[in-house]
């Protein structure tokens, strides 16, 4: 037989049966044997795995008429192939979370070895020398170089969230990404004229910083569907906490073999070269991406609606929390969204338990790090467990913007994060008075407020949190006269049965409601009586008179 024609033989028997193909409709003895067979063994059949297939690529479930070629088989599941533009998006948010957070290490790292004396171990069998500290700046100074960088992020918390509804959002976060990435590569040289320059510029890097993340909730207020919200936003912001895991370690690697100024060069030219891929890649919308799939497009809208060796070591033992936070935050997304997807928790418990119980327990450790013992490795235990717990709450407070109010997520994004900033201010001045004497009961002090704040933000978020979008989200339409977000949580999980609240009229509800929204009339077509005696009178009226 030649090959062309064993080729098509071996298609007609290995393809499934079809709508399409009438012909295929007519089972043979063997494809039966064989799914008896199959189904005795608990093997998967070809039904079983199109469903999982299905429920893995929701954006696949409600295809358009001529979209049926377009799905992806088994051979298309490899990493690149499968990869959905906005998981693409949050990678690359991941990432520029990764180089934002660590620039702000740079400094804490690379100050070290700029201010004090280092012991510089030449060669075998050679002396040892002192190498002097090249800067002789104040502890004052250095804390309010440390603490600068919070003065410009403070004041942009807010614009930054007004800037993300104003203009497109990913142009927003790379933007800010680029400009504190060039900024850091001039701390260098602003070092070598005085720190004042050195506190002006990390100002501005907290100035630009500020807006980065109202933009992230900007940007997944047009990308993120609501079941997915938890797990694409944790996803983006664990770069965060990725970023101390890998700055501490290499800026002190750095600062040990090219010199302190070397991880300011490194990671800004790390941000430029990211800068050029988010362009690329993100865009505003997905209906502004020229390379998105149909499929992918549909769903989304759809579902919206519309250092020296002792450097090293510290920045490791700093790095450790970080690390276990940044494995807790995507798992927490994923088991918030699972918990909500299987409608095991509504959205308001998802999130009070997520932030209440990670909060809580980060309280309950603390102060188990601050009383407990003194042996070091108890306190980088209790330490490493509270920052983890933390995480939890990622998939709590920091993804409720988008439940409650979803067109002003980025607003209000700035607003708490704004707030939350000053903590950065005010807690370094607080330690340090604090801690005049760097004792153990100024320390159990420390750990005692930073517990109690913690307490009070769990007790009234247990209280006040909801995870529904509030009315006021919904109050001013659109310029088109419509509003785009309404109904837009449609998949979240609710009270009443919104299938039947949204019912169209005449159609009635399938007995989850009892709602008397929906009409119980229906209209009828109904003859108007007539007027003509002559036509319709009785026999008399249609003599001629």
Known sequence: MPFGGFDSLKEKVLTPWSEKDPIAKVKS???????????????????????????????????????????????????????????????????????????????????VDMTNNVTVHVGEGEKPHIQRAEFHWTPEAIGIIHGSFFWGYIVTQIPGGYLATRFPANRIFGLAILSTASLNMLIPAAAKVHYGCVIAVRILQGLVEGVTYPAQHGIWSKWAPPLERSRLVTMSFCGSYAGAVVSMPLSGLLTDYAGWPCPFYVYGAAGMVWFIAWMLIAYE?????????????????????????????????????HLVMTCIVPAGGQLADLLRRRRILSTTNVRKIFNCGGFGMEAVFLLICGYSSRNTAVAIVCLTIAVGFSGFA????????????????????????????????????????????????????????????????????????????????????????????????????????????????????????????????????????????????????????
């Open 394 to 545: 990622i998939s709590g407070f920091n993804v409720n913007h988008l439940d409650i109010a979803p067109r002003w997520a980025s607003v209000l994004m700035g607003i708490s994060n704004g707030v939350g900033t000053l903590s950065g201010m005010i807690c370094p001045i607080i330690v340090s008075t604090v801690t005049r004497h760097k004792n153990a009961r100024e320390w159990q002090t420390v750990f005692l407020i930073a517990a109690s704040v913690h307490f009070f933000g769990v007790i009234f978020y247990a209280f006040f949190a909801s995870g529904e979008v509030q009315p006021w989200n919904d109050d001013i339409e659109d310029k088109n006269g419509g509003d785009k977000y309404k109904d837009i949580d449609k998949q979240t999980i609710v009270d009443k049965d919104e299938c039947a609240l949204t019912a169209e009229e005449g159609m009635g509800t399938y007995g989850a409601c009892d709602s008397d929204i929906i009409p119980k009339s229906k209209e009828e077509l109904v003859q108007v009586p007539a007027k003509d005696t002559y036509l319709h009178g009785d026999p008399d009226d249609r003599e001629l008179r």
């Open 29 to 111: 003895p063997i494809s039966k044997a064989f799914k008896k067979d199959t189904d005795e063994k608990g093997l998967v059949t070809h039904d079983e795995a199109q469903a999982q297939h299905e429920e893995d690529h929701p954006e696949l479930a409600n295809l358009p008429p001529g979209e049926d070629e377009k799905r992806p088989g088994p051979c298309d599941r490899t990493p690149c192939a499968n990869l959905t533009k906005r998981y693409q998006i949050a990678i690359l948010s991941c990432i520029g979370f990764i180089i934002s957070f660590g620039i702000r290490c740079n400094m804490g790292v690379a100050v």
């Open 285 to 321: 919308s997905p209906a502004a991406h020229p390379t998105i799939t149909q499929a992918e497009r549909i769903y989304i809208e759809d579902s919206i609606g519309g250092s020296t060796k002792q450097s090293l070591s510290v920045g490791i033992l700093s790095a450790l929390p």
